[in-house]
């Protein structure tokens, strides 16, 4: 598969990620691992290299969204993100 079309997918609410994920399978994406949290996401950021990331902003106690993306930048700097939110 691309590696072009390895994506993550970070989101604390199970429902939506799940619901992202199987969206993006769909579609012919190969999503390579999916966290609730972002100390997870940033552990399976280091392992998998994902092309691009789904990210929520809020990702209740810890680290953002914003913050992970900062990190996993430091890693892969040509990583895609792609922010997500309910936020007003």
């Known amino acids: 598969m691309s590696e072009l079309r390895q994506i993550m997918v970070v ?4 429902f ?3 619901t992202l ?4 399978r769909s579609l012919g994406f190969n ?5 609730g949290s972002s100390r997870e996401a940033l552990l399976l950021g280091k392992t998998h290299l994902p092309s ?4 929520d902003l809020d990702l ?5 969204g914003i913050d992970l993306a900062i990190a996993l930048r430091q890693i892969k700097p040509a990583i895609g ?3 997500l939110t309910s936020y007003d």
């Open 11 to 14: 989101e604390d609410d199970s």
């Open 16 to 18: 939506t990620r799940s």
């Open 21 to 24: 994920c199987a969206a993006l």
């Open 31 to 35: 999503v390579v691992a999916e966290s």
């Open 52 to 55: 691009a990331a789904l990210i």
């Open 60 to 64: 209740g106690k810890g680290p953002t």
């Open 81 to 83: 993100i792609v922010f």
